[in-house]
């Protein structure tokens, strides 16, 4: 199967508020009290110090981009990345899900914002004397600087470079094209790779017991979870059908089948059994 029939671009775009702004007279008190050149120091006020509100949109929005890196694989510098077209429905169902949960907290957001402006100019100043009325922006302006906008296209078929210009010219451009293209392809793949591999690590390292040490470890649900996850996750995200790529996948898969979080909290054995097991993949492959 092709990649372009296999996966499909996707692009998130989530804007949010930044809520700062330079403030030159404290700028230059900075400066002038220590003696600095006019380019050693900026001040920037938070304009809604005081809060949480806008932050906790900041931090949701963040989540999302987090949450869509790790259901996608890369493709450009910037911008559009590849989404397994396996899992598709299941990315566009979340991302809708998450897109009204960042649009809700805006909208809830610019019914507080008014009426925290409101206090703030009748005394109740979180800034003290930097606060300047003048430095906040209406509602509908601060509105328009949140945004959550996910763009779906389809992968660009290699070799189809179509344009108008001289046939000696078009070859060296299609194939320039087809090499990024490649490229771009390969970069996406060790995506996958990178994750299975910082997970092995990372689980062999939690399973690690020192001999002697009076500290003892916590082990989480997550342990066994996270790689349960990650198992499934990769049967979308190897978009090329690697079979060195599935066979790891499935190696960590049959490895994780009954591992039970309580015996892996009281068995040292049971720790060491699993990570000889971990161990043993990550000696098994080039990573």
Known sequence: MSIEASAVLVEMNISVWTATKLDRDATNVVIADNHASRDAAQVRINLMAGTSDRKLIADYAAGCRLWHNTRTLSWADKGPRLLPTSGFFDYKTEANIRRDTFNAMVDRFCVFYP?????????????????DPAAYPSVDEVRSKFGFRLVFSPVPTSGDFRVDV?????????????????????????GPWEQLHKMLLAMSEKLTDVEGSDIKK??????????????????????????????ARRELERTMQGADIEDIKESPDVRSDLKQKLDKILEGYDW
């Open 115 to 131: 009426q925290w402006l409101d206090q703030q100019m009748q005394g109740t100043r979180s800034l003290g004397a930097l606060f």
């Open 218 to 247: 916590r082990y989480h649900d997550t342990l066994v979870t996270n790689a349960q996850d990650l198992c499934a996750l990769l049967t979308h995200l190897n978009v090329t059908k690697d079979p060195e790529l599935e066979k």
């Open 166 to 190: 001289p046939k000696h010219d078009l070859e060296e451009m299609r194939k320039g094209y087809d090499e990024a293209f490649d490229a771009r392809l390969a970069e996406a793949m060790r």
